[in-house]
């Protein structure tokens, strides 16, 4: 990589100047964030199997690296669901420290993709997918705190729809209101209190009401439990080259999966906002870089989260202060306000994410994509149901395969060839007779690739009472091997049934993917291939031409002699015969 590029992935001043301008509504985001992420952090760094100092250091960690040096202003990154489920198998085979060696390979692999700009690619990603995703997202998100909200703590299932529904049976089995009701009351003040004072961050306002209240009152709620006093000190005790291969490929995927995950983030998170705009390369570095640091302290790989990115943006943050503040948070909660902490009942947090996921959704664009056309319809729904019923990476990969067999169905209905018509083609004037001539001509509209040449040239074949077709190519966009390849066999079909075939207005890229083929020369070397459709028509017709025949000399016949006499009236005598 050049200097240059390497000085566009770090941190400009830009991003200093836009920490500094709105410091209040950045410093309130940041709290507001980092109370709804201290569950989250703590129960994703029990589910990885590393405990939950792993999980806080990792949002601590991870949390301000991410944000300085990643791609967009607003995200919060950190230890997330989706890469539990990759890590479990890893502690399970190689330990701690494999996670660890694992985490830091992972951050390598994103440092390198960033050099490679492979970040850019996530824009050619459909909106129906993006949007199918965010709608998934946020329903996974509501399962999951469905067991907090009804105060069942020991609720099981492989999936998050398995763990709600099981938690719904056992709330029904012993119903208690009190969870449901702070769960619920939070959620209405958040998004009742949004449309009242924007500005104020009523989900700080909703938890501290909630913890108080609980305490005051001394309702039966689950709380969030005792914290770690410490996180784990710095050590490179886990470093071992000679695992590099065994971990390579859960590595890659590791990799994959945080790249994933964080440029739909951002890009969801850019649609949440006015003028949000982020840098997927600069993205893939900054997550590179904090998955590399994180391991140094104990914690598991990270990746941008949606959850509490979408807190972020809802609770008015500007820049990345946010991310740092929220990072900072839970790093002076470790050490300072753990006992304060541990009493906020988890139905409250359940009430944030509930009405995060809420305003996570924009109904009205929902709709209208669901309405433009079918093909986006079935990707939008496709992906909200792959989301909630298997993963997110399952998801995204069902819904861009499915979207890119849609939109080359699309290209190849767009594809047509069709007859000229030779009253009002620009070259009616001089084409007129050849409709007496037993001389075709076929214009071939669009992309000539495998989705749509058989369908376009197999009817070719069928022509009758026809000397010559003629092939205007000049509107053709694409040809790949599968559409050369089938334009031969059209031509060979026709030329056994001794018809000629002239290929006008050519352009040297397809001609050289026909030359690459051994198609193209022969027909060059038979004076087949014609600058343009004038030519061709002048070559056909002289294909057609009867062979010129030289004219017959008459014999020569002697003059005849006179048999009169002078005077006398000449008779005229025939030649005679010759024996």
Excluded at 347 to 373: D, I, K, P, Q, Y
Excluded at 498 to 524: C, D, K, N, Q, Y
């Amino acid at each position: 990589m050049t200097a240059t590029g390497l000085r566009s992935l770090l941190p400009t001043r830009a991003d200093l100047r836009a920490m500094r301008r709105h410091p209040r509504q950045d410093l309130i985001a940041g709290v507001t964030v980092a109370i709804v992420a201290l569950p989250l952090a703590l129960a994703f760094g029990v589910a990885s199997g590393l405990g939950a100092q792993a999980g806080l250091a990792t949002a601590v960690v991870a949390g301000i690296v991410a944000a300085l040096f990643g791609g967009s202003h607003l995200q919060v990154s950190g230890p997330t669901g989706a890469m539990t489920v990759v890590l479990v198998p890893v502690v399970h085979a190689h330990g701690t420290s494999g996670v660890l060696m694992v985490g830091l390979l992972a951050g390598v692999v994103l440092v390198a993709m960033a050099a490679a700009r492979l970040g850019r690619w996530v824009h050619f990603l459909p909106v129906s997918v993006v949007e199918g995703f965010t709608a998934g997202i946020a329903v996974v998100i509501a399962l999951q705190q469905v067991p907090a909200a009804l105060g069942v703590d020991d609720a099981v299932g492989d999936k998050v729809w398995a763990s709600a529904a099981d938690a719904v049976v056992r709330w029904s089995a012993a119903p208690h209101l009190a969870p449901v009701a702070v769960s619920l009351g939070v959620a209405a003040l958040m998004l009742l209190g949004a449309r009242w004072h924007p500005r104020v961050p009523y989900s700080l306002v909703g938890v501290v009401a909630a913890t108080v209240v609980a305490r005051t009152f001394d309702l039966a709620l689950v709380p969030l439990g005792d914290l770690p006093a410490t996180l784990p000190a710095p050590s490179l005790a886990f470093l071992d080259p000679g695992a590099v291969s065994q971990l390579a490929t859960a590595a890659l995927a590791i990799a994959a999966l945080a790249a994933l995950e964080s440029l739909l983030c951002a890009t969801v998170t850019d649609a949440m906002t006015v003028d949000g705009h982020h840098d997927p390369d600069r993205e893939l570095f900054g997550q590179g870089l904090a998955n590399m640091v994180v391991p140094v302290f104990g914690g598991v790989p990270a990746t941008a989260a949606i959850a509490r990115t979408a807190v972020n943006v809802r609770a008015g943050a500007t820049s990345r202060l946010a991310a740092v503040t929220h990072s900072l948070v839970l790093l002076a909660v470790v050490f300072a306000a753990a006992p304060l902490v541990s009493g906020i009942p988890l139905a409250a947090l359940a009430g944030v994410l509930f009405a995060t996921c809420v305003r996570m959704v924009e109904a009205g664009s929902l709709r209208a994509l669901l309405r433009s056309t079918r093909s986006d319809a079935v990707i939008v729904c496709l992906t909200f149901t792959v989301t909630v019923a298997v993963d997110l990476v399952t998801a995204v990969g069902v819904g861009v395969a499915v979207a890119v067999l849609l939109a080359l169905r699309s290209v190849a209905r767009s594809a047509r060839i069709e007859q000229v018509n030779l009253d009002t083609d620009q070259h009616s004037a001089e084409e007129h007779e050849l409709l007496h001539e037993h001389i075709v001509v076929y214009r071939i509209d669009g992309p000539l690739f495998f989705g749509a040449a058989h369908r376009l040239l197999l009817e070719l074949p069928d022509v009758v009472d026809v000397e010559v077709v003629v092939l205007r190519m000049s509107h053709v966009s694409t040809l790949d091997a599968t559409g050369a390849g089938v334009l031969a066999d059209a031509i060979t079909r026709l030329e056994r049934r001794g018809i000629a075939v002239l290929l006008s207005g050519l352009v040297p890229a397809h001609e050289a993917v026909l030359r690459t083929l051994g198609i193209a020369g022969p027909l060059r070397a038979r004076g087949r291939i014609l600058l343009d459709t004038p030519s061709a028509i002048a070559h056909a017709r002289t294909l057609l031409a009867p062979p010129a025949v030289p004219p017959a000399v008459p014999p020569a016949v002697p003059p005849a002699l006179p048999t009169t006499a002078p005077g006398s009236t000449p008779t005229r005598t025939r030649p005679h015969a010759t024996p």
